[in-house]
């Protein structure tokens, strides 16, 4: 089955909540609720861009900040590509959000070998209720994705759904050598937040490359200050703006650097492992 047609099996509009939010001209989200705009509900729903769940981590009446939201279908189509699953992987996904992505790696690896953690309860509730309501029944756990869960483990393929700045090394530790690990990094030396495609060594090292830029919200324990992404852009400019796929992640038990074109030309101080 190609992407395309999973994304075609598995309607998206059978996991995005009835309440979603829409910016309004003075920057605040405010509620679309699909009983008050069935037609424009449907219309977002069936687009291909992103839609926000949550804001300010479940306000009710207006928001500020995006803090869940369901993935444009091109962004999902891509991140699955790049995961390379098999039917019988065991997979782990870092993220739960609608549970759409989950029902999506279900039809290609078998419901019984996807975990997925997601670290807001409400969201997960919601999650596991829409994944009930399609007969779809992977294994969601309400915890910190920070720590993986390593009572499923060793996997195959982990995948994040929020951007990470530091990538946690439980997700290495719980991957098999050979295995695959793929997040969104932000904020790295590009302006946009690129994914992380790392392989795990027999030596527990993840290496890999940057490929097409993605913008995630980032894991809550991670969010960094604007002033982070404006000096790192500085710095990319000040490189000579070298395109995303010329830059790379190297992770280890107890470091983590990033480096342009090869692994021996490491770009950052090397910055201390991140918790887990």
Same mark, same amino acid.
């Given at each position: 089955?190609?992407?395309?047609?999973?994304?075609?099996?598995?309607?998206?509009?059978?996991?995005?909540?009835?309440?979603?939010?829409?910016?309004?001209?003075?920057?605040?989200?405010?509620?679309?609720?699909?009983?008050?705009?069935?037609?424009?509900?449907?219309?977002?729903?069936?687009?291909?861009?992103?839609?926000?769940?949550?804001?300010?981590?479940?306000?009710?009446?207006?928001?500020?900040?995006?803090?869940?939201?369901?993935?444009?279908?091109?962004?999902?189509?891509?991140?699955?590509?790049?995961?390379?699953?098999?039917?019988?992987?065991?997979?782990?996904?870092?993220?739960?959000?609608?549970?759409?992505?989950?029902?999506?790696?279900?039809?290609?690896?078998?419901?019984?070998?996807?975990?997925?953690?997601?670290?807001?309860?409400? /969201? @997960?509730?919601?999650?596991? &209720?829409?994944?009930?309501?399609?007969?779809?029944? +992977?294994?969601? =756990?309400?915890? #910190? %994705? !920070?720590?993986?869960?390593?009572?499923?483990?060793?996997?195959?393929?982990?995948?994040?759904?929020?951007?990470?700045?530091?990538?946690?090394?439980?997700?290495?530790?719980?991957?098999?050598?050979?295995?695959?690990? /793929? @997040?969104?990094?932000?904020? &790295?030396?590009?302006?946009?937040?690129?994914?992380? +495609?790392?392989? =795990?060594?027999? #030596? %527990? !090292?993840?290496?890999?490359?940057?490929?097409?830029?993605?913008?995630?919200?980032?894991?809550?324990?991670?969010?960094?200050?604007?002033?982070?992404?404006?000096?790192?852009?500085?710095?990319?400019?000040?490189?000579?703006?070298?395109?995303?796929?010329?830059?790379?992640?190297?992770?280890?038990?107890?470091?983590?650097?990033?480096?342009?074109?090869r692994p021996d030309n490491p770009i950052?101080?090397?910055?201390?492992?991140?918790a887990g």
């Amino acid at each position: 089955m190609t992407i395309e047609e999973l994304l075609r099996r598995v309607p998206r509009e059978a996991f995005v909540p009835d309440v979603v939010w829409v910016h309004r001209d003075d920057g605040w989200a405010v509620p679309l609720r699909r009983a008050d705009d069935p037609d424009r509900w449907l219309e977002l729903v069936r687009s291909d861009d992103s839609i926000i769940t949550q804001v300010d981590d479940g306000a009710t009446e207006r928001g500020v900040w995006p803090t869940s939201s369901a993935s444009a279908p091109h962004i999902v189509a891509t991140m699955l590509e790049a995961l390379d699953v098999e039917p019988g992987m065991r997979v782990l996904e870092i993220g739960t959000g609608t549970g759409y992505n989950a029902a999506l790696l279900a039809e290609l690896v078998g419901p019984q070998n996807v975990t997925s953690v997601e670290i807001d309860a409400g /969201l @997960a509730e919601q999650a596991r &209720t829409a994944l009930a309501r399609v007969g779809c029944h +992977v294994r969601v =756990v309400t915890a #910190d %994705g !920070t720590h993986g869960h390593a009572a499923n483990a060793p996997y195959d393929r982990v995948i994040a759904t929020a951007a990470v700045c530091r990538l946690p090394y439980e997700w290495v530790r719980q991957t098999r050598p050979g295995g695959l690990v /793929l @997040a969104p990094w932000g904020p &790295t030396f590009h302006p946009d937040d690129p994914l992380a +495609v790392l392989i =795990v060594g027999e #030596d %527990g !090292t993840a290496e890999g490359r940057f490929t097409c830029p993605a913008w995630f919200m980032p894991m809550r324990d991670q969010r960094m200050p604007q002033d982070v992404r404006h000096r790192t852009r500085e710095r990319w400019e000040e490189m000579g703006e070298p395109a995303v796929s010329r830059f790379g992640l190297t992770v280890t038990a107890t470091t983590q650097h990033i480096w342009l074109d090869r692994p021996d030309n490491p770009i950052s101080p090397t910055l201390p492992r991140s918790a887990g």
